[in-house]
Structures are given as structure tokens and as C-alpha cells.
């Protein structure tokens, strides 16, 4: 699992974790009883704070995403795959739904709006069907 952080990008390092960790269950990289990295491994992997990896796993745990194993660590959750991928559903909505404010507040209508989107879906088709 390659999980990677952005300080500069305005989203909260333990958010951006939780977001990837998420992304990773929903995807089915990380599965159902798979243990992952320790609070001190994660911290030292993305050159991060343990306090802020020990956050994002609290909170993962809370959501039932994460479970602890006594002597053995911290492991996904079976049924979390299902919450991640309607977290992901959300989150990705979320986003969409702040470019299209920004691009209305910016003077685009609709119909400029909607070509531009039927572009960019097309391109990150193609895109992703490159990749696979």
C-alpha cells in the first residue's frame, strides 16, 4: 500500500490518510482482516507526526473502518469495504460539487459547463483505460 501526503494542498494530513486509507478498502487493496502499517511505521513512511497518524486511525476505528488487534496491530474491518465505497461516493461528490460552484461563481453557464465536463469525463476514460 503506497500512500502519499500533501502539506500544501489544504486538506488535513490525518484527513488526506483516512481519504487514502479509505480509497485503499474501497478498491479492495486493502482487504477484510489485513493488518496494516503500525501508528510509528505509517509516521516514519510519510514523514509525518505519529500524533497524526494515531488521529486518523481513531477516527477509522470509530467508523469501523479499522479494527485493533491486541499483540497484533491494526487491521481493516470485515464489511468495511461497503462503507468505504459509499464514503468514496460522498467524498467524490463533494468535490464536484465545489468545482461546480467555483466555475458559476467564475461566470460559466451551463451549457460551457456541461461541455466541459462530457470533455473531461471522456479524457479520464480514455485515461483510465490506458492504465488498465
Known amino acids: 500500500m503506497q500512500l502519499s501526503i500533501d502539506p500544501d494542498n489544504g486538506i488535513p494530513i490525518y484527513e488526506q490518510l483516512i481519504r ?15 493488518v496494516i ?7 516514519k513512511q510519510l514523514t509525518v507526526n505519529p500524533n497524526t497518524v494515531q488521529r486518523a486511525y481513531f477516527q477509522l476505528q ?19 469495504k ?8 460522498q467524498i467524490l461528490a463533494e468535490r464536484l460539487s465545489a468545482v461546480l460552484d467555483e ?9 460551457r459547463l456541461r461541455t466541459m465536463f462530457e470533455k473531461a469525463l471522456k479524457n479520464a476514460i480514455r485515461s483510465g483505460e490506458k492504465q488498465s
Do not use: N
Open 103 to 111: 466555475a458559476i461563481r467564475g461566470g460559466l453557464d451551463e451549457d
Open 82 to 89: 461497503k462503507q468505504c465505497v459509499v464514503d468514496r461516493q
Open 62 to 80: 470509530s467508523e469501523e473502518i479499522l479494527q485493533s488487534l491486541r499483540g497484533r496491530g491494526v487491521a481493516v474491518c470485515e464489511g468495511a
Open 20 to 34: 487514502q486509507i479509505k480509497y485503499a478498502v474501497a478498491e479492495g487493496i486493502l482487504m477484510p482482516g489485513q
Open 37 to 43: 502499517p503500525s501508528v510509528r511505521d505509517m509516521a
